[in-house]
């Protein structure tokens, strides 16, 4: 016999469906649903949820009770549940439940407790008929103190401050002493008195020519590594005109100088920096160079016997130091400060004679341009500016929105064009004479070098251009087209200066940060 079972008729509805297309009815609405259970739902899961993390129950409460609570939360640590809907919840508050009670829970931030306030106790004599005792108004409190004098143990304490105050006080003023300089050769002067600082004339290349070597070439490997430097090198300088040696100040607070060519030895040390020393500069002869350190200190030295001749300091870092080029003008410097201002400072008296204070940012750079009637300066407001020398307002400020900071500016050799490390990976060159155009044509890109100040060069007859960049690579390109001609691995870490030499047709030096100053031919 075939017995009817119920089945249960009718469509069924998907649950999972957001919208019904027909009228179903209130059965086939509310049915449980079909099939069954996930058995791999956990709880949170197959709980009802409107939301990733639960059901969340619209509720409205308005700005200022919502604020209160939340302020009253914060301060005092507790706030009225506001998922308490029964009355019979055993308590209302959410957080230090403790302070709540103790508070009667009344305490929110808005209403503050009634606190009575104990008034000070004054003399009193308000009979004015009692002509000398009368104080009325103008009667002191009971407690009053008369004499401000420290206990004996603030004083003791004050006495220390005072005492650690004056002994910094000294220190900073004693900092620029105990400047030192070790000669690594063994004689100062050769068989005919002269010093390190004459010009060698057998080096198969005349040093003392004035004209650029004809046509310059690719330089291909490393040829010799000064090593001396226990940390990174910050910058090399060559000796003017001549360049047959070379400075390096370094990471390692010391500033050393090298034989180019010979033996290539280290000739002397100048120890008298206490901090990383940042830039370096010699005057026109070679005889002095200036350094600028992190200790904030400028030192004056000269470049035969290693004496530090004086030191300036504005009591700021200073980032870039030059001497001025003109002849006339050897006892005026320039350096680009951390406060923003170029300061030049007169050699002879040692004030500061003239201050720049235009920049919006720390001054990166100062190149002198123009025969040496203007400098170029820029910053880190991205920014740069031409001022003529001596007037302290800019007669050419050039900034972009697309500019990025360029922290590294170098005067192409026929003086007409400027290359600037640009912080956006590539190098700007931008006419020296008049106009200060940027080149659009002239754009040199390829290597990486944001946040780190490589030093750009050219060869002497502005056939290449060359830079480090953040990988350690010396990169050379091709002044005419642009293109990036080679990169040579030249140190492990940031390869931050890289020079050509003067009067040689491939030989480039490098410095980096891992403490190494390279030859390159």
């Given at each position: 016999?075939?017995f009817q079972e119920d089945v249960e ?119 004015a008929s009692n002509i000398d005792g ?318 780190y100040a490589c030093q750009v060069d ?64």
């Open positions: 016999v075939l008729t009718g469509v069924h509805l998907d649950p999972a469906i957001k919208e019904v297309q027909y009228n179903p009815t209130y059965e086939t609405m509310f049915a449980p649903e079909f099939g069954p259970e996930n058995p791999f739902r956990t709880q949170q899961m197959a709980a009802p949820r409107n939301m990733l993390s639960g059901y969340a129950e619209p509720a409205h409460i308005n700005d200022f009770m919502f604020e209160q609570q939340r302020r009253t939360f914060a301060t005092y640590g507790y706030a009225l549940d506001p998922s308490v809907d029964n009355p019979e919840a055993a308590t209302k508050y959410i957080g230090s439940v403790e302070e709540a009670e103790k508070n009667q829970g009344s305490l929110t931030v808005f209403e503050t407790g009634q606190r009575k306030i104990e008034k000070r106790k004054k003399f009193k004599e308000n009979d009368f104080l009325g108004p103008w009667a002191k409190y009971v407690d009053e103190k008369e004499v401000a004098k420290p206990s004996e143990e603030e004083q003791k304490e004050l006495d220390e401050i005072t005492a650690k105050r004056q002994k910094r006080g000294k220190l900073e003023d004693d900092k620029p002493g105990e400047e030192k300089t070790i000669l690594h050769v063994k004689e100062m002067y050769d068989y005919q008195g002269r010093s390190y600082l004459h010009v060698p004339q057998d080096v198969g290349v005349n040093l003392r020519s004035t004209v650029p070597p004809e046509k310059c070439y690719l330089p291909k490997k490393q040829i010799h590594v000064w090593s001396g430097h226990t940390k990174g090198v910050s910058a090399v300088r060559l000796f003017p005109l001549s360049g047959h040696i070379m400075l390096s100040c370094s990471m390692d607070c010391k500033i050393k100088l090298w034989e180019v060519y010979g033996d290539r030895r280290c000739l002397r040390t100048f120890i008298g920096h206490s901090k990383a020393v940042r830039d370096i500069c010699f005057n026109n002869a070679g005889t002095q160079f200036l350094s600028a350190a992190y200790d904030r200190y400028l030192k004056l030295w000269d470049t035969e016997t290693g004496q530090c001749i004086s030191r300036f300091t504005n009591r700021k870092v200073p980032y870039c130091v030059k001497f001025n080029p003109d002849e006339d003008k050897q006892n005026l410097f320039v350096a680009g400060m951390s406060d923003k201002k170029i300061v030049q400072w007169d050699i002879r008296s040692g004030e500061i004679v003239q201050e720049y204070d235009r920049h919006l940012g720390a001054v990166n750079t100062i190149v002198f341009v123009d025969e040496n009637r203007r400098f170029v300066s820029t910053s880190d407001d991205k920014s740069l500016r031409v001022w003529e020398w001596d007037i302290p307002v800019d007669f050419k400020y050039i900034a972009e929105p697309s500019m990025h900071s360029m922290p590294a500016v170098t005067l192409s050799p026929n003086g007409k064009w400027l290359a600037c490390q640009s912080m956006d990976n590539q190098i700007l060159i931008f006419g020296a004479q008049n106009r200060f155009r940027l080149n659009k044509k002239k754009i040199f890109k390829g290597h990486m070098v944001a946040g050219f060869s002497p007859d502005m056939s290449y251009v060359i830079s480090g960049d953040a990988d350690g690579k010396l990169n050379i390109w091709d002044w005419k087209t642009t293109k990036l001609y080679s990169r040579l691995k030249a140190h492990d870490k940031v390869c931050i200066g890289a020079v050509w030499h003067p009067h040689e047709t491939s030989k480039v030096i490098t410095c980096g940060w891992d403490g190494l100053i390279k030859l390159w031919d």
